[in-house]
């Protein structure tokens, strides 16, 4: 039987169990939910550097105990001021190219969301635990090494021929060619780099040392960024998104994110009338209102700034009853729309205390950009490659925030619970946060069991140009004749598939008990205390 762990003197879960046993070791020690977190944070951006990094970007839901909604903090970065569509077209580009220095075109801001993080915690009052600690685990490990996981190996390989030759990547990721499971990675300029920042404070990566050295080495590669991009960005405070559910209420991000999307499905799929998990009833319904959601996503989701569209309206109850009487609960409707893919890390957190954290870091493509700096060591994102140069709600523009995949949940459940739960996965995310939740919540799965069974996934992934339904080859084989016969186009994958994504779950009961779960997909572990 899967059975999730319990404890009560706090939890964190992660993809990589260096990361969670990190954030674990700062719990031991006294320190709150979101210390944990930037302390795991800094920890997986280095012994997990296919799938996040210093140079990406990063969305936290952060819980107190009493408070009707969690604080949202958003620290992804906009366009450089020099990067527009006749930037590209100067060069040649009839698109913004996904990988090499034009590809890092957006300030990085997961640095920023955790200054932002530990004021929120300041707040809280005790001692707070000097950077420098919560930093220790991440600058041993790049410094002394971190055996190369198998999921870094297999990703380095398949995506060899588009990122040996970007600058400095090779040399940072395999000097001495392709690697192997269990080779060591070491990182000597990212060591030094988070000693800087332990030394000089996290807000050097924008206005000090760390980010005039930044800005030479990307305006010498050849990025559009510059110093000024770095020197006028922040991290925000921003009101989360929430819906209304029978069995509680759910926050996501809003835009830039897909949050909307996660939460609209879950609103979906509420009003179906489904009365229990794993049947057709289950996976068709919440397949369709993918559709749906992804449709309204894809037709508005950009920068909140130049949005026409009101998210928080297409919550509403009125709104998701009116589009779930649009699906056949029999029927597959018309696919695919367009979509988008990603790498990224999910991690949860909760202390003794009831503090709740969900947090996702990403440098979006696989290694990102794949460029790395040669200075500090840093490989940067490619969250701006998501652009694009002709009109529409993601058009590139100086100083414009792209659209994210990226979506922390948490939500306070009607019987006392905080959950906080999420996966890497880009289009995948807000499915598999949908089979998680549904599974557990309303069906009542055991937590770990909701995590490890099959998953599905509507639309490409990593590279793949189909947009079918794939479901592991777990799932029952009557399920996958079903929908067949509803007019899915079903694609049976492995039986624990990198694509269904990484997914993990935190709970913190009313009783003072705190639960987790984690993805045998990954190669995390729950760390508790």
């Known amino acids: 039987m899967l059975h999730s762990l319990q404890s009560r003197g706090g939890m964190v879960t992660a993809p990589h169990h260096l990361a969670a046993q990190a954030g674990a070791a700062v719990l031991r020690e006294g320190g709150n939910a979101v210390e944990a977190m930037v302390a795991a944070a800094a920890a997986i951006a280095v012994v997990y550097p296919h799938m996040n990094g210093l140079g990406g970007d990063g969305f936290w839901l952060i819980h107190?105990?009493?408070?009707?909604?969690?604080?949202?903090?958003?620290?992804?970065?906009?366009?450089?001021?020099?990067?527009?569509?006749?930037?590209?077209?100067?060069?040649?580009?009839?698109?913004?190219?996904?990988?090499?220095?034009?590809?890092?075109?957006?300030?990085?801001?997961?640095?920023?969301?955790?200054?932002?993080?530990?004021?929120?915690?300041?707040?809280?009052?005790g001692k707070p635990l000097p950077l420098a600690r919560l930093l220790e685990d991440a600058i041993r490990h790049a410094r002394e090494g971190v055996p190369i996981t198998t999921s870094q190996v297999e990703l380095?390989?398949?995506?060899?021929?588009?990122?040996?030759?970007?600058?400095g990547f090779a040399a940072a990721f395999a000097p001495e060619g392709q690697p192997h499971r269990g080779d060591t990675l070491r990182q000597p300029r990212t060591a030094a780099t988070l000693q800087r920042l332990a030394e000089a404070g996290l807000h050097?990566?924008?206005?000090?040392?760390?980010?005039?050295?930044?800005?030479?080495?990307?305006?010498?590669l050849g990025s559009p960024l510059a110093l000024a991009d770095l020197e006028g960005w922040h991290a925000a405070r921003v009101a989360p998104l929430s819906v209304q559910l029978s069995a509680g209420r759910v926050f996501n991000q809003p835009p830039p994110t897909q949050g909307v999307s996660s939460l609209a499905i879950l609103g979906l799929f509420d009003r179906l009338g489904?009365?229990?998990?794993?049947?057709?009833?289950?996976?068709?319904?919440?397949?369709?209102?993918?559709?749906?959601?992804?449709?309204?996503r894809n037709r508005h989701v950009g920068d909140p700034a130049f949005m026409q569209a009101d998210p928080a309206a297409f919550l509403q109850a009125?709104?998701?009853?009116?589009?779930?009487?649009?699906?056949?609960?029999?029927?597959?409707?018309?696919?695919p729309e367009p979509t988008e893919p990603g790498d990224t890390v999910w991690m949860g957190a909760a202390d003794a205390h009831g503090n709740v954290v969900s947090y996702i870091q990403s440098i979006y493509w696989e290694f990102?950009?794949?460029?790395?700096?040669?200075?500090?060591g840093l490989h940067w994102q490619n969250r701006g490659a998501s652009f694009t140069l002709g009109a529409g709600p993601n058009q590139l523009a100086p100083g414009r925030l792209p659209f994210h995949t990226l979506n922390p949940a948490l939500a306070h459940l009607k019987d006392g619970r905080v959950l906080a739960y999420g996966t890497m996965g880009g289009e995948g995310q807000p499915q598999t946060q949908a089979a998680v939740f549904t599974r557990h919540v309303l069906f009542g799965q055991d937590m770990q069991a909701a995590v490890t069974a099959p998953r599905w996934l509507l639309g490409r992934t990593w590279g793949d140009q189909s947009t079918n339904?794939?479901?592991?080859?777990?799932?029952?084989?009557?399920?996958?004749?079903?929908?067949?016969?509803?007019?899915?186009?079903?694609?049976?994958?492995?039986?624990?598939?990198d694509m269904m994504g990484h997914a993990g779950a935190v709970a913190f009961h009313p009783d003072g008990r705190i639960e987790g779960a984690t993805d045998p997909r990954a190669d995390g572990v729950c760390a508790a205390v």
């Open 64 to 125: 107190q105990p009493g408070a009707a909604a969690p604080v949202a903090v958003r620290a992804c970065g906009g366009a450089a001021r020099a990067a527009d569509a006749a930037f590209y077209q100067a060069h040649g580009d009839a698109a913004i190219p996904t990988r090499g220095p034009r590809a890092a075109l957006t300030v990085a801001g997961a640095i920023g969301g955790w200054a932002e993080a530990l004021e929120v915690a300041r707040g809280w009052g």
């Open 156 to 167: 380095t390989r398949a995506k060899w021929a588009e990122l040996e030759h970007v600058p």
């Open 204 to 220: 050097d990566f924008y206005r000090g040392d760390l980010a005039r050295s930044m800005a030479r080495d990307l305006q010498a």
């Open 274 to 296: 489904v009365g229990q998990a794993e049947g057709f009833a289950h996976v068709h319904g919440l397949v369709e209102s993918t559709k749906r959601a992804f449709a309204w």
């Open 318 to 335: 009125a709104s998701l009853e009116a589009e779930a009487a649009r699906i056949d609960k029999q029927r597959a409707a018309p696919w």
């Open 368 to 376: 990102g950009s794949g460029i790395v700096l040669p200075e500090t």
């Open 469 to 497: 339904l794939k479901l592991e080859s777990r799932a029952d084989p009557a399920l996958v004749d079903a929908l067949r016969a509803a007019g899915h186009d079903v694609q049976v994958v492995g039986a624990f598939e």
